[in-house]
């Protein structure tokens, strides 16, 4: 069956009424200069939708909404924005999107180095990038779809302030030092917190910064090996890593942050990602053995237990993401996993959606209840952006096959 396809024109201005600049200005903290540098607009072909449902027997299986192509590279990594999604990718480039008509609205960042992470903070926007550099991204005053480079850390301020005292280097390889506020390897991850930004690096440690005038508070030594994940809930930061631990670190006042605990995954198994419940009281972490982890914390925070172990994919789990109860994976192997979290933290699986060519590297969950449920958004390294609803109705559910390319199968 053909299904059509729609071109579309970006038309909606990122925070109110659009204006005719097309430009992006970088290496400037100055709102006052405007000068253009590169183009940012993109023709209509930029951009594809396909919507489409099939009924199945017994139950329905649903082809993805929308997909959003317009990337040079894998997609990497997924944001929420106010009204807006926000996508990176290891082309360089960042492209914000319109919810939920879905139109690309505008692209910034190429040339910047390969984009790891990416998150939104009020009217800034924060990416992480290989080159072990985060950018900050500011939006125009001039041109409300305009971002600028305003900063990038660490700053400037913080270099001259700390690189004449040889006390302030550490070893990072043989015959080879950096100040301790700077990463030395690709940032992976980040998160944001109490008026703090958390980074964590392929380089093993995990920084904090504060956003009011992005200095760096601290640099720990956090784990054994990369970090992958990074996620805040009520006082405590949870890094994950390709030691197959998760740790959980708090901050008493004004005090450094200390570690609180240890989450142990399986032996000799990454810990791809980690999402923790609103309510801070469970704790799940993706593994590459597929399997998902799940811990449940003390009332005070400072012990956790393991209390489910599901294999979740064939392949490695890769990124995941939570609406309310409900939890979602993505894995190497292609597809989305859904879940509801139940009584002691158990999962239960929902459904498994099919469609990309690719594995699935991250997940975002948009917060609009549409027709009783959700929009998901997922990345994949085949370029392009899925776009799914997901039922929260999950009553009286029979299994089913399908040779679909596109799929969504409610279990």
Known sequence: MDFPVLETKPTTPLLSAATSSSSISSATSSETDESPVTSLRFEPRDVKYQFSCIPFSGSCSYRSLAVLSGHNGSVSSLALCGEFILSASQGKDIIVWQQPDLRMFTKFGQGDGSVKALVSVGNKVFTAHQDSRIRVWKVSRSSENVFKLVDTLPTTKDYLGKFMKQSNYVQTRRHHKKLWIEHADSISCLTVYNGLIYSGSWDKTLKVWRLSDLKCLES???????????????????????????????????????????????????????????????????????????????????????????????????????????????????????????????????????????????????????????????????????????????????????????SIILC
């Open 220 to 406: 720990i030594k956090a784990h054994d090996d990369a970090i992958n994940g990074l996620v805040a809930s009520k006082g405590i930061v949870y890094s994950a890593s390709a030691d197959g631990k998760i740790k959980a670190w708090g901050k008493e006042g004004k005090n450094s942050h200390s570690l609180k605990g240890i989450l142990e995954g399986h032996k000799d198994v990454s810990l791809n990602s980690v999402i923790v419940s609103e309510d801070g009281r469970w704790v799940y972490g993706g593994g590459s053995d597929g399997f998902l982890m799940g811990w449940e914390g003390s009332v005070d925070f400072v012990s956790w237990k393991l209390v489910n172990e599901t294999k979740a994919h064939q392949m490695a789990v890769l990124c995941m993401c939570q609406m309310g109860e409900y939890l979602c994976s993505g894995s190497a192997d292609k597809s989305i996993g859904i879940w509801k979290r139940e009584a002691f933290g158990k999962l239960s699986k929902i459904g498994v959606i099919s469609g990309h060519e690719g594995p699935v590297k991250c997940l975002q969950a948009s917060p609009s209840n549409i027709g009783g449920g959700f929009l998901l958004y997922s990345g994949s390294l085949d370029k392009s952006i899925r776009v799914w609803w997901v039922p929260k109705h999950t009553a009286n559910r029979d299994d089913h096959d399908t040779s679909s390319k596109e």
